[in-house]
């Protein structure tokens, strides 16, 4: 139970600091000195990791961009990651100034993994990290034998308060068939520290990367019967459903192994955002709805440049944040004012020097995480 005062010692004299007041004081302070806090005492763990104080938190501080570059270390084999936060998500400006937050490295070879941002944290291959702290956490290894990795999928359970990992392996044995497929959960924090082996009961093969919204992960799949859907993966009862059918024309764009696809919230349902061809400036947008079949809500065919992807919706106006996919000569995001039709270009400042990034993601709508890792 959360203390309901505080005591302090001063003089001989002790003064009461009351709970509403030390959640008020905590509540402006910034992440990386909670943290610090956290190890105080039983009390103030107990204050900062509650639900109400972490909802309390969201409200005051604002919702910020975080971008993120890579950067390749040939000679060492390893993958240099940076993270980058703005002040704010206003696009009133022609630029967005950014505070960097930390910087780890990690293998190589994990860089093939996409990089998944939920609710303050980050999942990078075998990695989940802290970008307001820079701590990291190690997945466990799976011993697959004779299995391949399909995907990992992150996401985060706001009913548990935990971050999960879905990993799905697939049978390496000829003919295999996504009944061969298996379904493995990592939860972050638990005890003992390891992947466990769940049911599926609607046996299927991912086709994409995953959006994770209000404890559910969904992802493109077809199943064992041949159906392309949109799959639903509850993260707090860990059981797969089909949320939605995919049309014939989607099915098209996601088999042609040129074009790009990229799930957003929209308005807070999934969307399918795809370029059909890589040599031409387009996007069509997908609309998700539980129980029917997507239908195509809008393209885009006048985008500024070729390599730009769709990241999200910023307001009910239904203005849409695009990004190139590569690091160029400056961090960049475009503004899609809806209500005009017009696209502006937003430098993001960025304090590096001397620094090569090879590629850029940008994340919006980043808060701080209390989460120890």
């Given at each position: ?65 975080l ?67 820079g ?30 990992v879905?990993w ?6 000829r003919h ?21 082996l769940i ?27 041949g159906l392309m ?24 764009l ?25 040599s031409?400036p ?18 885009f ?73």
């Amino acid at each position: 139970m959360i203390q309901g005062s505080l005591r302090l010692c001063n003089k001989g004299t002790n003064v009461v600091v009351p709970l509403d007041l030390q959640i008020e004081i905590l509540s402006r302070l910034p992440s990386k000195s909670l943290v610090k806090f956290m190890l105080v005492s039983k009390s103030w763990q107990e204050i900062i990791s509650s639900k109400s104080f972490i909802r309390l938190r969201s409200l005051i501080h604002p919702l910020r961009f975080l971008l993120v570059l890579n950067e390749n270390c040939d000679q060492t084999r390893h993958l240099s990651v940076s993270f980058f936060s703005s002040s704010s998500m206003s696009l009133s400006s022609t630029s967005i100034s950014t505070t960097f937050l930390s910087k780890i490295t990690f293998p190589l070879r994990q860089a093939a993994y996409p990089i998944y941002y939920v609710n303050g944290l980050i999942n990078i291959g075998d990695i989940i990290c802290n970008p307001c702290t820079g701590k990291t956490i190690s997945l466990p290894k799976l011993a697959a034998s004779g299995e391949s990795i399909r995907r990992r999928f992150f996401g985060y359970d706001p009913f548990n308060n935990q971050y999960k990992v879905l990993w799905i392996t697939q049978n390496l044995e000829r003919h295999a068939t996504p009944q061969f497929n298996r379904y493995h959960v990592f939860t972050s924090g638990a005890k003992p520290k390891k992947w466990r082996l769940i049911d599926c009961g609607i046996p299927h093969t991912d086709w994409s990367n995953c959006l994770c919204i209000d404890g559910f992960v969904y992802y493109i799949a077809s199943t064992d019967t041949g159906l392309m859907c949109l799959m639903k993966f509850d993260l707090s009862s860990e059981k797969f459903y089909i949320f939605a059918r995919v049309s014939e024309e989607m099915e098209a764009l996601l088999l042609r192994a040129y074009s790009s696809r990229t799930l957003i919230n929209y308005h807070g349902k999934v969307a399918l955002s795809t370029q059909p061809s890589m040599s031409v400036p387009s996007i069509d947008l997908f609309i998700f709805e539980e129980g029917k079949q997507d239908y195509k809500a809008k393209s885009f065919n006048n985008l500024p440049q070729l390599n730009l992807r769709m990241k999200c919706v910023i307001n009910h106006m239904g203005d849409i944040i695009f990004a190139p996919s590569h690091y160029t000569s400056e961090a960049t995001i475009v503004h899609h004012d809806f209500k005009g039709a017009s696209f502006k270009k937003k430098k993001v400042e960025v304090d590096v020097k001397k620094v090569e990034f090879h590629e850029s993601n940008y994340f919006v709508g980043y808060v701080e995480s209390l989460m120890l890792i």
